[in-house]
């Protein structure tokens, strides 16, 4: 698989097999992932990954908050908020083309809610990591995890294993803090779902569009 393939192969699953991914892929895509760049080769990027027990250990931990009423408090604010204009319209309509995959009325508000819940449980996958940086990093330096979390995916790709990014992973920090491996001065920007695609999952058929080339992209000559 050339690069270009593994772009185009690449979307967000999120139903998974129970089956683990072999740590030594992980690893070695974590390992190949870190030459990525940077700004002034900064590296701010951290990846805790969580797997097995305390993985599970994680997941009854964030629901006892979420149960409890506990408003999400991310450090870093989501990128869901403040959008307007066409942002705001491509939101809605990830929402919704989500929601019919799914078979999930728009003003079918408890389904919408136990679809949002899913994230907490890393919609099933049997690993979830966190990617954190800095606290007191600038929002510019967000560009280097971006570039970062990427590289993991597509090395993923490569390696048959599928993922989910997950900005709903920064929510609750309290839990993730006391039982995965973070810096202390680092805050979570987000978190990467990741295993083996169940690839009959009703979930993992919704197929996002992009905007035209000309939309994106200008060329002066
Ligand atoms: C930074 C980031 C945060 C995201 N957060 C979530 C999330 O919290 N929950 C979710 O289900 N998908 C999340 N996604 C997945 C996006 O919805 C998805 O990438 C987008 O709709 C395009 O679809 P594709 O990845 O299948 O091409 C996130 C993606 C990125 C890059």
């Not at 920007?189 to 919704?206: R, T």
Request: some cysteine; aromatic content about 10%; glycine content about 8%.
């Amino acid at each position: 698989m050339n690069v270009s393939q593994a772009v185009l192969k690449r979307r967000t699953i999120r139903g998974f097999k129970a089956d683990p991914v072999p740590n030594d892929t992980i690893v070695e895509v974590i390992d190949i992932a870190r030459h990525a760049p940077s700004n002034s080769n900064t590296q701010p990027w951290h990846i805790a990954v969580v797997s097995g027990a305390p993985r599970d250990k994680l997941e009854k931990a964030i629901f006892k908050e979420i149960n409890s009423g506990k408003k999400p408090y991310p450090t870093f604010p989501s990128g869901g908020v403040g959008l307007t204009g066409v942002y705001k319209q491509r939101q809605y309509d990830c929402a919704f083309s989500y929601y019919a995959t799914m078979g999930i009325a728009r003003e079918d508000v408890p389904a919408r809610q136990a679809l949002l819940l899913k994230n907490w449980e890393f919609f099933g996958a049997p690993h979830v990591a966190f990617l954190s940086m800095p606290e007191t990093m600038h929002r510019a330096n967000a560009i280097d995890i971006g570039i970062f979390l990427q590289t993991v995916m597509l090395l993923f790709v490569e390696r048959g294993v599928s993922c989910c990014p997950q900005g709903a992973l920064g929510s609750y920090p309290g839990p993730v803090r006391e039982i995965a491996d973070i810096p202390r001065d680092n805050a979570i920007l987000c978190g990467l779902s990741f295993g083996y695609a169940q690839e009959d999952a009703l979930i993992n058929e919704v197929k996002m569009q992009r905007e035209p080339l000309d939309v994106v992209a200008s060329f002066t000559t």
